[in-house]
């Protein structure tokens, strides 16, 4: 009786191992879709990265020289200065 009942508890044990490793808490799919969110939010926050760097150097460029403010209004606010013709050329 005793020789039957160590290989089965060794038996059940390897079985709730395995069971664990592919259905419970840190499970191989588990982690293996937790890696793909990592790498997704790591896509994510580098594109917020350079989207942050664009901003701060047009901000930098902004305080720094007046070439950018005029530039900025004469692209979006239609700036003309004196003596100075407008044309606009259709696409």
């Known amino acids: 009786m005793a020789n039957r009942?160590?290989?089965?508890a060794l038996v059940a044990l390897l079985?709730?191992?395995h069971a664990q490793l592919w259905l419970g808490r840190g499970s191989v799919?588990?982690?293996a879709r937790m890696t793909h969110e990592l790498n997704?939010?790591?896509q994510t926050n580098l594109e917020a990265q350079l989207a942050n760097e664009r901003l701060a150097s047009e901000v930098r460029d902004l305080?720094?020289?007046l070439e950018m403010v005029e530039e900025k209004a004469r692209l979006e606010?239609?700036?003309v200065?004196?003596?100075e013709?407008?044309?606009?050329m259709a696409k």
């Open 5 to 8: 009942l160590v290989p089965a």
């Open 15 to 17: 079985v709730i191992l």
């Open 29 to 31: 799919p588990g982690v």
């Open 40 to 42: 997704a939010k790591k």
């Open 63 to 65: 305080k720094e020289g």
């Open 77 to 79: 606010l239609g700036m």
């Open 81 to 83: 200065k004196v003596n």
């Open 85 to 88: 013709i407008y044309v606009q």
